[in-house]
């Protein structure tokens, strides 16, 4: 019986560990993928498809340097921790609405026309996307299970973070998929 439980210890230790070490290089993954980002954007600046003082590039290299910038200090776990607690739910949704007309403007713009710039675009939305759901265990698990269920627990059964935590997942997804290049 003893040899029973030491076996079931190890095995337990070893699945959190391995649990730990996994969430730990997704997080990284997640931070790297908006290096990578960010770098893919100054090419475009250096190939001259996308002027340094467009609107594109002034909105989307400086929010991914703002995010950079306060990962090291704060964490960006701890970031999102912060929005996601200190704005009221009705607030929050009205970010997300101002989020998504300032992309229908960046959409509007000439520069969007270019495939390897709505490329960019989509890459950023797609690695907040990434950020977002290596950054919590339970957010990740509720967005793989299926959308169609997912977004039926929106309204009733999760409230708070992780509820905040979809539709910001979400709203990058749909992002992505409408600055993905045609």
């Known amino acids: 019986m003893s040899v029973i439980a030491i076996h079931a210890a190890i095995v337990g230790v070893t699945v959190v560990v391995a649990y730990v070490l996994h969430m730990r290089t997704m997080r990284m993954k997640a931070c790297f993928n908006l290096f990578r980002v960010r770098d893919r954007f100054v090419l475009l600046v250096a190939k001259d498809i996308l002027p340094e003082d467009s609107r594109v590039f002034v909105h989307y290299y400086g929010r991914i340097n703002k995010l950079l910038c306060d990962a090291p200090k704060v964490g960006i776990d701890d970031m999102l921790a912060t929005i996601f607690r200190h704005v009221p739910n009705g607030e929050f949704d009205q970010a997300l609405e101002r989020a998504r007309s300032q992309s229908q403007k960046m959409l509007a713009d000439p520069l969007m026309q ?39 627990l929106h309204s009733g059964w999760i409230g708070g973070e992780v509820s905040r935590g979809l539709k910001a997942a979400d709203y990058a997804d749909e992002e992505a998929a409408l600055f993905k290049p045609a």
């Open 114 to 152: 270019n495939d390897e710039v709505r490329a960019a675009v989509a890459d950023y939305y797609r690695a907040i996307r990434a950020m977002l759901l290596s950054h919590s265990s339970i957010l990740k698990v509720i967005y793989l299970l299926s959308h169609r269920f997912a977004t039926s």
